[in-house]
């Protein structure tokens, strides 16, 4: 493999543990975790030739942020999965940041376009969103997870989201990095698991 430098660090250790699994949909989600990291991790941007450059930059952390999060999303389904691992009823895993809080904050269109997307409407997330903009907690993964729900499903534009700003941009990446880096944590915590259950 050529670029084995972008797989999760873990990743030697969640190969050895799938051999052990019986779990068809648990060795899928390690899989899927496992590729959409590394796609994650080596995405640069995109080829379009014809769009401004700084609106194309919008738009590639738009899309840096969606492959994290797809990667984020296959590793925690194995956390709900698995009952010894499963956090209690209702409970999301969050990525508490004060710095990182506080920079988010100032992009207010952000804010405006989460706020008025008819696609973030999950009632959990939405009091966390309005908790975090009123300075009640620093949960920034339910700002990626609306972020996400915007650009995947809904009213997502570079320009409407303020991301054509490089300072705004770089805000995006150092997001996107906090959730791959909880992603990590998280496999490592599934691979401990299958290493102490699993083998005989």
């Not at 699994?21 to 590394?38: A, L, M, P």
């Not at 840096?64 to 691992?85: C, D, G, Q």
């Not at 506080?102 to 207010?108: A, D």
């Amino acid at each position: 493999m050529k670029d084995t430098h972008n797989l999760p660090k873990c990743h030697l250790r969640i190969k050895a543990v799938k051999k052990h699994i019986e779990d068809e949909t648990i060795k899928q989600c390690f899989n899927r975790y496992t590729y959409r990291y590394r796609v994650a991790r080596a995405f640069e941007g995109i080829n379009a030739p014809d769009i401004e450059k700084r609106t194309r930059g919008g738009y590639e952390v738009a899309i840096k942020l969606l492959l994290a999060y797809s990667a984020y999303e296959e590793i925690r389904a194995i956390k709900f999965k698995v009952k010894e691992l499963k956090l209690p009823r209702g409970e999301h895993i969050k990525i508490f940041n004060n710095e990182l809080a506080n920079k988010l904050r100032e992009i207010t269109e952000l804010e405006k376009l989460l706020k008025n997307s008819r696609v973030v409407y999950d009632k959990n997330l939405v009091l966390d969103m309005n908790n975090f903009y009123e300075n009640k907690n620093d949960d920034v993964l339910c700002i990626a997870t609306a972020f996400r729900n915007t650009f995947a499903h809904g009213v997502f534009t570079a320009g409407a989201a303020d991301l054509t700003s490089k300072k705004n941009q770089k805000i995006i990446i150092k997001l996107i990095e906090l959730i791959l880096l909880k992603s990590e944590e998280i496999a490592n915590e599934c691979a401990e698991y299958f290493e102490r259950n699993l083998k005989g």
